[in-house]
């Protein structure tokens, strides 16, 4: 597995009818096999730079964007939306906003259906992804019976279905007790291993312990550790 080279330029971002940027002339490469995490107090825009790294901003949602994201030195914005989510995957704090299907297999194999990928392939995605989620045993379980820990990491795996280069993972385990955080924290590892970007936001340090830097966003400014 591949990581996607990630690459953000002179990039300054505010909302629609604010004329206060939320933060200016942000600078940084993401490399594959790399993670960094990001943190900083509530509203200093963690969530809003992932949606811009993620492309939701402004394909789904306004924002007005100054600067370059790349991804392997295209333009994200020029990516059609099939192969960006092949590229980056986004998994959100609250697993509702991304789970709607009525079996834990079917949420798993939605990406991959999507993608026209042919029904073996597709049925080895899902074994994969319960092996790693350790959630074979609700296959075909209804995700609405899930723990919230459980559906975190159900919304990982149809993530990881997927098979993107870059994992965004924004507070995706606040949710979750010691356990599931263990679970998530041995997910992440063999997945740098392997190649693969990630980002992880987070307002609590040990949850960023995967981390090789630290992006700290706070008052309109950024600044690494």
């Given at each position: ?126 074994k994969e992804v319960l092996e790693l ?93």
């Amino acid at each position: 597995m591949n990581g996607t080279r990630l690459v953000v330029k002179n990039f300054t971002f505010s909302f629609p009818d604010d004329n206060y940027p939320l933060w200016t002339d942000l600078n940084f490469k993401l490399n594959p096999g790399e993670v960094i995490g990001i943190t900083g107090p509530s509203g200093c825009g963690k969530s809003t730079l992932c949606y811009c790294l993620s492309g939701i901003i402004p394909r789904h949602l306004p924002g007005n964007i100054m600067g370059k994201i790349l991804v392997d030195e295209q333009p994200l914005s020029s990516i059609p939306l099939p192969r960006l989510s092949q590229k980056i995957g986004m998994v959100f704090q609250d697993p509702e906003t991304q789970l709607f299907c009525t079996t834990v297999e079917e949420e798993i194999a939605f990406g991959p259906e999507n993608l026209c990928l042919p029904p073996e392939e597709i049925e080895t995605r899902i074994k994969e992804v319960l092996e790693l989620t350790g959630m074979t045993q609700y296959r075909y379980t209804n995700p609405a019976q899930l723990s919230g820990g459980e559906k975190q990491l159900l919304a990982l795996g149809s993530i990881l279905a997927l098979r993107p280069h870059t994992l965004i993972l924004d507070e995706a385990l606040s949710q979750l007790d010691q356990e599931g955080r263990r679970r998530v924290q041995e997910i992440i590892f063999p997945l740098k291993k392997a190649g693969k970007s990630l980002i992880l936001v987070d307002h609590q340090l040990e949850n960023l312990a995967a981390s090789d830097r630290l992006l700290h966003l706070e008052n309109g400014q950024a600044r690494w550790s």
